[in-house]
């Protein structure tokens, strides 16, 4: 049974929510919401359309940036199946925030500098705020396991993400200028002395959503998952997941292995790790010659213990997958 934050409904919403102001604001009968993505510093500042600060972070004009910043967010659900729903939320209200104040104090600072970054001295419309200050974690959290190289550059299973990113923040000088804002807004999330992090949402206010919205977001996941475009590349998926779905058994059967042996003392562990062994093999009784999966790296470890997972399943699953950190993170991760 999947839990609510497993289907990351917070994240659905956002993507659903980013569609939906892009289209009324081009519908023609809506044409008139535009004037509310404009806000123009300093004048809004002390002004009755200072709420145009707010709503201006609500959408993307250009369509784009909206469908960058819709694979950015799919691609960072997974942050949301890690915290938690409301902590998740949490951390995108207090960067948004924070992005937002250090946006505006930049904008006021480029205009005393006389610089024009931003024509008609207009902030960028759409949610910058609340797409790069993820970047943060996503460096410093996921992984980086080398694919490839590319004219002796390493490519990395981030290196798309970078790239979508990348795209979204060179549109202009002042979309460069929001992305920064908002790398700088989720380094203050995680490095402040004022430990931003522990701020929540209110209980009543997450319950309110959860029983509302909650529900219209909840889908059951994909059993097979998504289906690649060519038949070569769908033969390549299905042999990936079923090289991953033979990890995954392995790995449950040493769980299972290690906690019968703990029960049971050394002779048990040994017994049953024999019987394990010459399953693998499949030779029956015949004697097993392999030598013993390698040790877990303590720097793999000490990286998984510090995602979140507990020590011994990240022992279990380096061993499972001979120290390759990229596919025990997938074991946990299914695990979890």
Known sequence: MHSLQDKAPVSKGLMGGLFL???AINVPLLAHLRHQLECRLPDMLGSPLFYRLVTSRLAFVDTKDLVCSALLIY???IFERRYGSRKFASHLLVTWTLSTVLEV???LATQRLGLDLHPGRLLPPGPYGLVFPLFVPYLFDVPRVTTTHILGAPVTGKTLTYL???QICSTSAA????????IAAGLLYRCSP??????????????????????????SPPTDGPMAATLEAQRQQQIDMLEQQM?????????????????????ARHQQGQGYAEQLVGHGDQ????AEPAAPSEACVRHLVEMGFQRDQVEDALRTSNNDINVATTLLLQQS
């Open 194 to 219: 004022l430990r931003l992090g522990r701020l929540r949402l209110p209980a009543a206010l997450c319950w309110l959503a959860d029983s509302t919205l909650g529900r219209l977001l909840s889908s």
């Open 105 to 107: 104090l930049c904008v």
């Open 247 to 267: 990890l995954l058994d392995r790995y449950r059967e040493m769980r299972q292995r290690n906690a019968g042996a703990g029960r049971g003392g050394a002779q």
């Open 164 to 166: 979508i990113g990348l």
């Open 175 to 182: 979309a460069g200028l929001s992305a920064a804002c908002g």
């Open 75 to 77: 691609y960072f659900r």
């Open 21 to 23: 102001t892009c289209t």
């Open 287 to 290: 004697p097993l010659n392999e």
